[in-house]
């Protein structure tokens, strides 16, 4: 290890030790890599707050919306196929998508008035968040459908949770919702597999992503962490029985993965190295090149404001950055405040966990903790600091 690691190995152990020795975590696993090997690993606390076990580099966690570029990945490897069509009407693959309008607003009763979309919903849509969906926790007018509709929430996994309204019509701006959830079953529905069975096949296994699943096996769960809950007086609680479905009625591809910090690494690399992987090649190098840039035009990602105040906080990475979408990652198109040049790729999970991916520079990271809410306000910094010990 050189001078420079080293201090920069010194620099991030200190900050991470520190956040958990002042309780602003339980527990944190960070890892870093160029296109070769790691060249960051440290873990630190506990996974669950009054238990012994110590966070490890394989701690087990749930990864949510770290589960997308998985699930897009997959999808990508059919478009190479030609068995899907990113331009093409979605409710050729999946015709129950068909069926689902435009929200204008509600009667004096509370229910729900709509109309069919000007245009139809696109794979490409789905992949950028662009299709109109979005998700209860951000929208009251999501909530406000499914209580009028009896709806269930997405978290359920139940198939029924996948007909909630569009808010606005396909393509006409950039709202986070339950595109992916949607892009999996088209997959699903092209490939004749449930869609962790077609992953494990065709992605986690020659990505050598062993403990990353939709099912938590036994040798999992001995490894995993608990969720935390951020009371109003800032302290931790974890929640021992907050989990995603274990018989869900479908794989959740927008949010419903475990994994740990070295599988996604794993994933991280391959991106790094343009679709290969342990020698490889698991997508095309211009497959990885179209996912990596803009896909949505003049749409930019704008602030999610929150409706579900104990599961997420306001989220938006870098305000005032202009961000696009890939297929599917957020892009940053000018430096961002950690040091990320402009092209970088990130994502996160609902329970504050964070990826970022630089194609520039040929280095990304995994940060994984197990707190709600999303963007927590001691999370969230601790990983823009080790983020940024990376152009420091």
């Given at each position: 290890?050189?001078?420079?690691?080293?201090?920069?190995?010194?620099?991030?152990?200190?900050a991470l030790r520190g956040a958990v020795d002042a309780g602003d975590v339980p527990g944190v696993v960070a890892v870093a890599t160029d296109r070769q090997s790691v060249i960051y690993e440290g873990a630190f606390?506990?996974?669950?707050?009054?238990?012994?076990?110590?966070?490890?580099?394989?701690?087990?966690?749930?990864?949510?919306?770290?589960?997308?570029?998985?699930?897009?990945?997959?999808?990508?490897?059919?478009?190479?196929?030609?068995?899907?069509?990113?331009?093409?009407?979605?409710?050729?693959?999946?015709?129950?998508?068909?069926?689902?309008?435009?929200?204008?607003?509600?009667?004096?009763?509370?229910?729900?008035?709509?109309?069919?979309?000007?245009?139809?919903?696109?794979?490409?849509?789905?992949?950028?968040?662009?299709?109109?969906?979005?998700?209860?926790?951000?929208?009251?007018?999501?909530?406000?459908?499914?209580?009028?509709?009896?709806?269930?929430?997405?978290?359920?996994?139940?198939?029924?949770?996948?007909?909630?309204?569009?808010?606005?019509?396909?393509?006409?701006?950039?709202?986070?919702?339950?595109?992916?959830?949607?892009?999996?079953?088209?997959?699903?529905?092209?490939?004749?597999?449930?869609?962790?069975?077609?992953?494990?096949?065709?992605?986690?296994?020659?990505?050598?992503?062993?403990?990353?699943?939709?099912?938590?096996?036994?040798?999992?769960?001995?490894?995993?962490?608990?969720?935390?809950?951020?009371?109003?007086?800032?302290?931790?609680?974890?929640?021992?029985?907050?989990?995603?479905?274990?018989?869900?009625?479908?794989?959740?591809?927008?949010?419903?993965?475990?994994?740990?910090?070295?599988?996604?690494?794993?994933?991280?690399?391959?991106?790094?190295n343009r679709g290969k992987a342990n020698g490889q090649q698991v997508l095309k190098p211009e497959t990885v090149d179209l996912m990596s840039r803009n896909n949505m035009g003049n749409n930019r990602v704008t602030?999610?404001?929150?409706?579900?105040?104990?599961?997420?906080?306001?989220?938006?990475?870098?305000?005032?950055?202009?961000?696009?979408?890939?297929?599917?990652?957020?892009?940053?198109?000018?430096?961002?405040?950690?040091?990320?040049?402009?092209?970088?790729?990130?994502?996160?999970?609902?329970?504050?966990?964070?990826?970022?991916?630089?194609?520039?520079?040929?280095?990304?990271?995994?940060?994984?903790?197990?707190?709600?809410?999303?963007?927590?306000?001691?999370?969230?910094?601790?990983?823009?600091?080790?983020?940024?010990?990376?152009?420091?």
């Open positions: 290890m050189s001078t420079d690691q080293a201090s920069r190995k010194a620099r991030i152990d200190a606390g506990k996974r669950a707050l009054g238990q012994p076990a110590p966070m490890t580099l394989d701690t087990v966690v749930w990864i949510a919306s770290m589960t997308k570029a998985i699930t897009a990945a997959g999808v990508m490897q059919l478009v190479e196929q030609g068995k899907l069509d990113l331009d093409a009407p979605a409710a050729k693959v999946v015709p129950d998508i068909a069926a689902i309008q435009v929200l204008e607003g509600f009667d004096a009763g509370g229910q729900p008035r709509t109309r069919p979309p000007r245009r139809p919903i696109t794979l490409r849509h789905l992949l950028t968040h662009t299709a109109g969906f979005g998700y209860e926790m951000w929208s009251t007018d999501v909530a406000n459908y499914q209580a009028a509709k009896g709806v269930p929430g997405i978290i359920s996994c139940e198939n029924a949770a996948l007909m909630t309204p569009l808010l606005f019509d396909p393509g006409d701006k950039w709202y986070y919702g339950i595109n992916i959830d949607w892009a999996g079953k088209m997959l699903e529905a092209v490939s004749g597999q449930r869609l962790g069975a077609y992953l494990q096949k065709n992605l986690l296994a020659p990505l050598g992503m062993t403990s990353t699943a939709f099912k938590i096996t036994p040798d999992m769960r001995t490894r995993l962490a608990k969720i935390h809950q951020r009371g109003d007086d800032g302290a931790l609680e974890p929640q021992m029985e907050l989990e995603i479905p274990q018989e869900p009625q479908f794989d959740m591809g927008g949010g419903g993965l475990y994994s740990t910090a070295g599988d996604y690494l794993q994933f991280v690399r391959m991106i790094l602030m999610l404001t929150t409706a579900a105040p104990p599961l997420t906080n306001d989220a938006e990475f870098f305000p005032g950055v202009p961000k696009s979408w890939g297929l599917s990652f957020q892009i940053n198109e000018e430096k961002a405040p950690t040091g990320r040049p402009a092209g970088g790729l990130m994502w996160a999970g609902l329970a504050n966990s964070y990826y970022w991916i630089d194609p520039t520079n040929g280095i990304g990271g995994v940060y994984l903790t197990q707190i709600l809410p999303f963007a927590d306000k001691k999370s969230l910094p601790l990983y823009y600091a080790f983020e940024s010990a990376f152009y420091s």
